[in-house]
């Protein structure tokens, strides 16, 4: 089990830190403008800012509950992969309502 957490624990610290520098680089004006549509930008910043709020109170708690021999420490540690996954279908949703086709949200300029 110790081995899962700490698989997880550095797929979050990988992701969170992507999800942050995505954050950086959506602030610029160079990256604001290249935006077809505003509510899948506002979709995409809700997600990389969140996330790694969110990663890391699972990681912090799921650590605690293992130390405390809770069964339930792996399923807090997965919790944030669910944000992924929602927010992704939720982009996806966003970006096809816009204009009928998928990825298509940002220009390729």
């Known amino acids: ?9 550095l797929f979050h610290l990988a ?12 602030l610029t ?3 604001r403008q290249l935006w077809r549509s505003r509510l ?7 997600l990389v800012w969140i996330y790694p709020v969110a990663a890391f109170v699972a990681v ?4 605690d509950a293992y130390a405390e021999h809770h069964p339930f420490s792996l399923t807090m540690m997965i919790a944030p ?14 970006d096809f ?3 009928g086709v ?6 390729a300029d």
Do not use: Y
């Not at 992969?81 to 966003?94: C, D, E, R, S, T």
């Open 1 to 9: 089990m110790t081995v899962i957490l700490w698989a997880f624990t």
């Open 15 to 26: 992701v969170g830190l992507a999800c942050v520098a995505a954050a950086v680089r959506l």
């Open 29 to 31: 004006p160079d990256e």
């Open 40 to 46: 899948a930008l506002l979709v995409a910043e809700f």
């Open 60 to 63: 912090k708690s799921a650590w």
């Open 81 to 94: 992969v669910a944000w992924l996954i929602v927010m992704g279908v939720a982009f996806a949703i966003v």
């Open 97 to 99: 309502a816009e204009d």
């Open 102 to 107: 998928l990825g298509n949200a940002r220009r």
